[in-house]
């Protein structure tokens, strides 16, 4: 069962969720679990856990096209096929080149070139680490350098996550591709969200995506209390499980921030979490029958 914890932006508490429902859970269940960071750009997880053991290690390559200025003929087909405006020409100065910055990866533009002047270099775009821990696991994808190619890094990370574990994922936020991806092999969403407009805003482009994509969702809100109530009654209009609220707790986000682990120190909100996968597991059961 592959739990995703999600939020439309930073700062809502997804590593907070995960590495608690994490901690919380993995003691009382048989499965083996598995606590995963997609959150390749900014990994934050391993502050969490106390020695860890030495990694496993798959660096993540990519190929960049490289235009051979010399080869080319200038007809212009690559940057024609190019959907990421990644090719700048400028034919009359007798100059093209690729903007590594914007490229995916995609290949189209050396499928479309027919003068052979594009060829392609591998660049190790980031890695996958894979730490056992007892019977659990934890997995880290990182990217190295800022990029718009999450992909390559959170399929590597997918690849590496058993089927016979429960897996906890920390998805990249927002609500764009790395999302997406993250999302597409979950049996159930933990969209995390914030009391008032803005967190309701927010909200609505995941809930949007995920009906589209057809997956099992609930909301979970955290620091509940901060805020109007207009995010509850949305909820409640449309029918969206809400599977707890995390009141605000100065002591939960000074623990938090100094990488304790806030389960272990308050039975209150180590049942809060339990009670939130057995909520998960009625949902991902439902969807099966
Ligand atoms: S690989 Fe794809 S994104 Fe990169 S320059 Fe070529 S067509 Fe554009
Ligand atoms: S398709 Fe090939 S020949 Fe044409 S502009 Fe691009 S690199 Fe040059």
Do not use: W
Request: overall charge negative; aromatic content about 8%.
């Amino acid at each position: 069962m592959k739990i995703a914890i999600a939020s439309t932006k930073g700062g809502v508490g997804k590593t907070l969720v995960a590495v608690n429902l994490f901690y919380a859970i993995k003691d009382i269940i048989e499965e083996a679990c598995t606590l995963v960071d997609e959150h390749i750009q900014v990994p934050n997880i391993y502050h969490y856990i106390k020695e860890l053991p030495q990694a496993e290690e798959v660096v993540v390559n990519v190929r960049i096209p490289e235009i051979d200025q010399n080869a080319c003929t200038f007809c212009g087909r690559c940057v024609h096929y190019c959907a990421f405006d990644s090719i700048l020409m400028i034919k009359d100065a007798g100059h093209i080149k690729v903007l590594d910055d914007y490229c995916t990866s995609c290949g189209a533009c050396v499928y479309a070139c027919n003068d052979n002047a594009i060829s392609e270099r591998t660049e190790a775009l980031g890695k996958v680490s894979s730490y056992a821990l007892d019977k659990d696991r934890f997995i880290e994808g990182r990217m190295y350098a800022i990029r718009p190619l999450a992909s390559p890094i959170i399929q590597e990370v997918n690849e590496h996550i058993k089927d016979d574990a429960i897996s906890i994922i920390d998805t990249p936020p927002g609500s764009s591709y790395p999302f997406a991806e993250s999302v597409r092999d979950a049996d159930f969403v933990v969209l995390l969200a914030e009391q008032g407009k803005a967190g309701k805003r927010n909200l609505e482009a995941n809930i949007q995506l995920l009906l589209n994509m057809e997956k099992r969702f609930g909301v979970l809100i955290n620091k509940s209390g901060l805020g109007d109530d207009g995010l509850f009654e949305y909820l409640q209009e449309e029918n969206i499980l809400v599977l707890a609220d995390i009141p605000y707790n100065r002591k939960y986000a000074d623990l938090h921030s100094c990488g304790e682990i806030i389960v272990q120190q308050d039975a209150h909100l180590k049942q809060l979490f339990v009670s939130v996968f057995d909520k998960i597991r009625a949902g991902v059961k439902e969807g099966q029958a």
